[in-house]
């Protein structure tokens, strides 16, 4: 999701680039290659912004998502660990004792 949410964000700030310092003011211009009048240059930069924020929420729904697993991981291992530790400890509890 993180790569997805990055993916948006470039692709929307390539367009806004492209729109500001490669097309030509005024009524008609060039926008990525395409002629374009003004309504579709707006159309493009509202896409471009959506398409930004829209990254940014899936980078941090993502990030987030990430987070928890690896906390919850943490604890797994934690667990795993002490169970093991318990276990171990039981076995040489079982163990009799052969000195007597």
Do not use: C, Y
């Amino acid at each position: 999701m993180v790569i997805l949410g990055l993916l948006l964000i470039i692709l929307g700030v390539i367009a806004i680039l492209s729109a500001v310092f490669v097309s030509e003011p005024g009524a008609g211009g060039e926008l990525l290659g395409f002629d374009t009048t003004t309504l579709p240059a707006f159309l493009v930069g509202v896409a471009a912004g959506a398409a930004i924020l829209w990254g940014f929420t899936i980078l941090k729904w993502g990030t987030k998502r990430g987070l928890a697993q690896r906390k919850d991981r943490k604890q797994l291992h934690q667990l795993n660990d002490r169970l093991d530790k318990a276990d171990a400890e039981r076995r040489h509890d079982d163990i009799p004792d052969e000195r007597i």
